[in-house]
């Protein structure tokens, strides 16, 4: 076998756990090898938590995880995968590891020695809050109410299931003057939300973050990955949330020095009108831009502002269900930033406090800390994208427009000049001190926590007029895409990135592609939706709120028939579980409402899931063949347009899951590892899949950093609904879009696509040959997607 090259053609991401190890991955290799993947993509692989079905709680990153089989386990998961042409792509975790210290060696003796710990310079704590104490939020109520239950037991105290060191000659002190001896304080766990003192993952306190800005700690955290590496027994990186880091353009150059220049790509979340930074040296994105690109093509414009209006009427409009996208996301902005991220918020404040106390500016001078807090929440709150990079970058990020909006929210107009001093603190109009750069940096880790908790976690569940549309890194008010926009955003990859990776499922989507696909349809029949649902909810007792309820039934659409009903069931009322828990309206993670979240399930078991829910079912059957040509268009589109594409594990089938951990379930391949069909039998998506992954392989030279891109446009009455492009003169995709649309008026007609010049092949059907102008009925008349290739001369 040749070996993988160096940029892939195509990866498969597996998501491995105790419940698919290395081992597993491994049986799997000829099934995926027979895909024409290039490179198997793996989740976080360093040692984590106990019985974590994600790893990206790391405790130990300079060993290989025991659960999943230790070094050996991948290093023979490498071999197989090198003996079938395979390489393997690494997702690294550069920003943060668990808060588990009885699992966590480093952190075990941060916590035992304080800040003298050579390894206290790893996590970013703010030693100077809390009386020189690690706070930590472990307990189950005020330590009142608990102190019977902290143990000491040897030099170690323990409480349930927790363990954290013992200072040294500090064991036999009484309780109280005990825990004032430690270098951490164990406290009620609530108290995190605004008295916490070390940087966290979002709001998620069991995970600390990590200083990879210091070279030290970039080498010792970075040692195991780069010897597999520079080893041959990985081949490339995805970098978890740059975003999180304090200087992640510094951070990729070093990483991309150390690592020689291999093929990396990172998690990066791009707001609409965006580009990554030119100056970091990586390959591109992950791949969510794509998703947001190609989703969108199948999304019916004038018909989403007609479901939107109807779920107006039907939600109600109240607060955050009134379906106006922007207002939605401003009220969580607040919600977040002075509930989950308080501490957060503070920690901000107290420097920017700091330096404004201490600076020989004058013009800094005389600053209350309320007056910073309200500049600094009101500029927080109307970023538009995930954080600035650099005070030029500050410049488009904070702007203008936005200042003058937070000077309007000061009651004493005086008092608005916090505001530009913190603006100009960000452009750096103050020097480029220690204390200036703190500021920025803090600014922009809080602002990159704050985007994401308030758009994915909690606007992406409080805006739900159309669910395939809050997608992580989608634009809800605006989702649809047109050909020429799509066209437009192809191009500027094949010039400015044809190495990013590309995706349609992660294991972090709230719901999988083909999930999405069927949504997509509601978009050009909201009026028929709206009927079926009203007729549906007719009688459904207790309905627990318009705006849950019309998530629900799209739920159930979506998801489709999916085997035992109750099974289906479940997943539907832990999916909304989770859903209300993150709008945060009713109820949430912190402060649940037992009697509310009762109420939802008991409607999900009535409603959706009952026998009312058949209607639904109903809707979804007379639909099936616009689902099916938008799931055949987006896996086309997707496998053929530029970049590198990304396959989450399954989903060369159809494959419809939802939030996590619902798609973190453990692969299903057979014995032989050949895809556990048992029949051997393909779909059609699988079908599709197979042919264009076999032409990438084949072809990598039409598809690769070198290639080309050119738009196709069709001609005639129903030219809208055809999205085609050429790769480099030698393939062409065409695919059918808002399928039920053409068909309500009158079919493709006279249209023709005009091909490049040449003879084409359909890859699929042998036999099938086109050139010129060739009838869109004729060359969707087996299928609503097709891949042509040209034949020599």
């Given at each position: ?85 395979l ?23 941060v ?41 000491v ?35 009620w ?57 304090a200087d992640?353009?510094?951070?990729l ?61 039907f ?12 207002a ?88 608005a ?11 750096g ?17 809080t ?28 634009e ?80 159930v ?12 069931e ?24 037992p ?32 689902i ?166």
């Open positions: 076998m040749p070996p993988a090259p160096a940029v892939p053609t195509a990866t498969y991401r597996l998501q491995l756990q105790p419940d698919f190890p290395f081992s597993a991955a491994t049986t799997a290799v000829p099934h995926l090898a027979a895909l024409n993947i290039s490179h198997l993509h793996l989740s976080p692989v360093l040692e984590a938590v106990p019985g974590s079905r994600h790893g990206y709680d790391v405790v130990d990153p300079t060993r290989v995880r025991e659960e999943l089989g230790g070094e050996e386990g991948l290093r023979e998961l490498s071999r197989t995968a090198r003996d079938h042409g390489g393997l792509i690494l997702d690294i975790v550069p920003n943060h590891m668990a808060m588990s210290p009885r699992h966590n060696p480093a952190l075990w003796e916590l035992r020695d304080g800040p003298s710990s050579p390894r206290a310079r790893w996590f970013d704590i703010d030693w100077e809050a809390q009386g020189g104490q690690v706070l930590l939020p472990v307990l189950g109520g005020p330590l009142g109410e608990e102190a019977d239950r902290l143990k037991d040897g030099d170690v105290l323990r409480y349930h299931d927790h363990a954290f060191p013992l200072r040294e000659g500090t064991a036999g002190l009484p309780l109280p003057r005990l825990l004032d001896a430690q270098w951490y304080r164990p406290v766990w609530r108290l995190a939300r605004t008295e916490l003192n070390y940087r966290r993952f979002f709001s998620i306190s069991e995970l600390i973050g990590v200083r990879v800005e210091d070279p030290e700690v970039f080498a010792a955290t970075h040692a195991k990955i780069l010897e597999l590496l520079h080893e041959g027994v990985v081949d490339g990186l995805r970098v978890d949330h740059p975003d999180g880091l992640p353009g510094g951070y150059r070093r990483l991309h020095e150390a690592t020689g220049g291999r093929w990396t790509v990172v998690e990066k979340i791009l707001a609409d009108g965006e580009g990554l930074p030119a100056s970091w040296p990586v390959a591109g994105t992950t791949g969510y831009d794509a998703l947001r690109h190609v989703d969108g093509l199948f999304m019916d414009p004038a018909g989403f502002g007609e479901l939107l209006d109807r779920y107006r009427a939600a109600a409009p109240q607060t955050d269900r009134g379906g106006d996208w922007d939605t996301v401003r009220r969580a902005a607040y919600k977040v930033l002075t509930h989950e991220l308080a501490a957060e918020s503070d920690r901000l404040t107290r420097v920017a406090a700091r330096l404004c106390a201490t600076s020989p500016e004058t013009a800094l001078r005389d600053r209350a800390p309320w007056a910073l807090r309200t500049a600094l929440t009101e500029l927080l709150v109307r970023l538009e994208v995930y954080r600035p990079y650099s005070p030029e970058d500050a410049a488009t990020v904070v702007t203008e427009e936005a200042a003058a909006e937070a000077r309007r929210a000061f009651a004493v107009p005086e008092e000049g916090a505001v530009d001093v913190v603006r100009d603190l960000l452009l109009r103050y020097g480029d001190g220690h204390a200036q750069a703190e500021f920025r940096t803090r600014f922009a880790q602002a990159s926590a704050l985007r994401a908790k308030s758009v994915e976690d909690t606007a992406f569940y409080r805006y739900v007029p159309l669910l395939s549309a809050t997608e992580v890194g989608g809800p008010g605006d989702p649809a895409v047109g050909p020429d926009r799509f066209h437009a955003y192809c191009a500027r990859v094949q010039r400015d990135w044809p190495a990013t990776g590309t995706v349609l499922s992660t294991h972090d989507a709230k719901r999988s592609a083909d999930l999405r696909a069927a949504l997509h349809v509601l978009t050009e029949c909201p009026g028929r939706w709206a009927d079926v649902l009203a007729e549906a909810s007719r009688g459904v007792e207790p309905v627990p709120d318009g705006q849950l309820a019309w998530a629900a039934w799209q739920t659409f979506g998801l489709g028939p999916a085997g035992d009903e109750r099974a289906r479940e997943r539907v009322r832990e999916a909304l579980l989770k859903h209300v828990r993150e709008a945060g309206l009713f109820t949430s993670w912190t402060e649940q409402e009697p509310y979240e009762e109420a939802v399930a008991r409607f999900v078991a009535a409603g959706p899931c009952g026998v009312p829910g058949r209607k639904v079912a109903e809707l979804r059957e007379a639909l099936e063949p616009h099916r040509a938008n799931v055949l268009g987006a896996a086309l589109v997707h496998l053929t347009m530029p970049g590198v594409p990304d396959l989450y594990q399954g989903t060369e089938r159809e494959y419809r899951a939802l939030v996590d951990p619902d798609n973190r379930t453990p692969p299903r391949f057979g014995e032989n590892g050949d895809g556990g069909d048992g029949g051997g039998g393909r779909s059609e998506k699988e079908a599709v899949t197979r042919a264009a992954l076999a032409l990438r392989a084949r072809r990598p030279e039409v598809f690769g950093t070198s290639a080309s891109y050119e738009p196709l446009a069709a001609v005639g009455p129903a030219a809208d609904h055809c999205l085609a492009f050429a790769r480099s003169g030698e393939v062409v995709t065409a695919v059918t879009r808002l399928s039920l649309r053409l068909a309500e008026s009158g079919g493709w007609r006279d249209t023709r696509l005009p091909l490049p010049r040449g003879r084409w092949a359909d890859v699929r059907e042998p036999g099938r040959e086109f050139e010129r102008e060739v009838r869109a009925a004729e060359l969707f008349a087996a299928s609503p997607v097709v891949l042509l290739e040209r034949l020599p001369e």
